[in-house]
């Protein structure tokens, strides 16, 4: 791999500390990192090398215990400046240029922005004045993390603003499901398999639901995400980038371009739900403290910094549909939520039934759906449903599944999103990342609903008790005969107090 400098911007913050620095010690660890690197960290806080090495490496308690290695703390290094003055970027330059030339990093630059999302367009513009965009003398990259825009045309003019001082092939907008091994996954289930594919169609295929569930509430970070919500935080990126990988035609070859072209396309196939339409199709919530366990669980409104008379929907249900020739009149659902019984993120694909009923009494029809589930996380892995015999008299059919899991690898290390991600944008192989375009049209497929929800006072939010999988009426979004939501565990309360908020 090419020697370079992976500088971290925003580097004394949370996810440095959360997710880079243990990421790139993984890396180091299993021998990845080019002999040639270093970390140049970043931000305001007045750190010196010697800080900044104890406080993100040797005090990291996210970095797996064990002996931590001296020679990774001495990759790490450390530049203080105010990222809002243009002056001190000077020192950002003259710091890589003395890095160039101890550690033959030959001008290769990653600048990853892990910053609040008002300085991603200021931070380029400043590094471009000091000629850090110029790919003379070795190349730059540009990491970008969520949220990429707050809606389609704040996400337009940041991509301009970005692509004034980068071209669109440095710029690397960060997806962290993208990196999840079993999103990947999915490609390989697809289309390295003769079984799949050819039932992967209108013609065999029911229905598919998508959830992501998760257990914790908002915690710490209510301010940022009041002003989110679900429907941004988790659907226009994270679902709706699983939806392209288990929905995208075939690309012609494995590679950034290909794969990145036919999730655009999946993403401009996507019918747009109307802004008229959006309470037949868009069931938003949000949860209402309850008890669990013997436990009270605040509800959202009593969380810090989260205003208490907040609409701010902490789940969303939506069913759609992809308007092509594969996908013609499949309906789609997907749902995402805090505060649901269990942290569980997993794809139901629904065959339809057999054709003729041959054993109609023994099982009911919601069973008769072959289910392929895929499971991304936690125990990761995919389970096939089938009916088989039960050994004895007559035809009894009973449900049996065929499971795989990755823990069964022995050889297998599920590797971390973030590790898989940054190895890739040091490969300069933007696959897994966002392209500008993909990003843009995901929003427009968004964007009536936020849009329906800020102007249609009458279109209900729900309450939900925290611990139960969400308001009843998205029961009622999935139609069709004894079709329900899979749920895989059930509710942590037996509260029901459901109400209109
Ligand atoms: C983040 C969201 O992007 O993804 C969070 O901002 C959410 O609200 C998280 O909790 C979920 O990620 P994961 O990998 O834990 O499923």
């Known amino acids: 791999m090419d020697p370079q400098v992976l500088v971290i911007f925003g580097a004394s913050g949370d996810l440095a500390q959360r997710k880079l620095i243990p990421a790139l010690y993984h890396l180091y660890k299993g021998n990845f990192l080019p002999e040639q690197f270093a970390v140049l960290g970043v931000s305001r806080t007045g750190y010196s090398d010697d800080d900044f090495r104890k406080e993100v490496f040797w005090e990291n308690t996210y970095i797996d215990g064990g002996d931590k290695d001296e020679a990774f703390a001495d990759m790490l290094f450390y530049q203080a400046i105010d990222t809002l003055s ?15 030339e101890n550690r033959k990093t030959a001008g290769n630059y990653i600048f990853y922005l892990s910053v609040p999302p008002s300085l991603y367009p200021k931070i380029p513009a400043f590094l471009a004045a000091e000629g850090l965009n110029n790919r003379k003398k ?7 993390e969520k949220p990429f825009g707050y809606d389609r045309e704040s996400a337009l003019k940041l991509n301009k603003e970005l692509q004034q001082y980068f071209l669109e092939d440095q710029i690397y907008r960060i997806d962290h499901y993208l990196g999840k091994e079993t999103v990947q996954n999915l490609l390989v289930a697809r289309f390295a398999n003769g079984i799949f594919e050819p039932l992967w169609n209108r013609n065999y295929i029911h229905h598919i639901e998508i959830t992501a569930a998760e257990n914790i509430g908002v915690g710490k970070r209510g301010g940022y995400y009041d002003h989110s919500g679900a429907l941004r935080d988790m659907v226009q990126n994270h679902l709706l980038q699983v939806v392209a990988h288990v929905a995208m035609e075939p690309p012609t070859t494995a590679d950034a371009v290909s794969i ?14 109307g802004e008229s339409e959006v309470e037949k199709y868009v069931i938003r919530g949000q949860y209402i403290g309850a008890s669990i366990k013997g436990e009270r669980v605040p509800g959202y409104r009593e969380e810090e910094e989260v205003d208490e008379n907040s609409t701010t929907e902490t789940y969303v249900a939506l069913k759609f549909f992809i308007d092509n020739w594969r996908w013609a009149d499949v309906p789609f659902y997907i749902r995402t939520g805090k505060r649901l019984p269990t942290k569980a993120t997993e794809i139901v694909v629904y065959f339809k039934s057999p054709p003729h009923h041959l054993f109609r009494n ?30 004895g008299a007559g035809f009894k059919v009973k449900n049996v599944s065929m499971d795989f899991h990755y823990t069964d690898l022995t050889e297998a290390d599920v590797p971390e999103a973030y590790q898989r991600l940054i190895i890739d944008v040091m490969k300069g192989d933007a696959t897994l990342y966002a392209r500008g375009d993909s990003v843009e049209a995901a929003w427009q497929f968004v964007d009536p609903i ?9 279109i209900k939010l729900y309450g939900y008790p925290a611990g139960t999988w969400g308001p009843e009426v998205a029961n009622k ?6 079709v329900s939501w899979r749920n895989p565990c059930s509710n942590l309360t037996d509260s029901s107090d459901y109400r209109l908020l």
């Open 260 to 273: 990145r072209n036919e999730k655009l396309k999946l993403f401009q196939s996507l019918r747009p739900i």
């Open 362 to 391: 023994e099982l009911d029809l919601l069973n008769m759906n072959n289910q392929l589930i895929i499971r991304v996380q936690p125990d990761e892995g995919m389970l096939l449903k089938f009916g088989m015999k039960v050994p």
């Open 450 to 458: 936020l849009n329906a929800w800020k102007n249609q006072n009458n």
């Open 86 to 100: 243009g002056e001190d970027y000077k020192k950002v330059r003259q710091r890589l240029e003395k890095l160039d």
């Open 477 to 482: 979004l999935i139609d069709g005969d004894n």
């Open 138 to 144: 070795g190349w730059k990259r540009l990491v970008i």
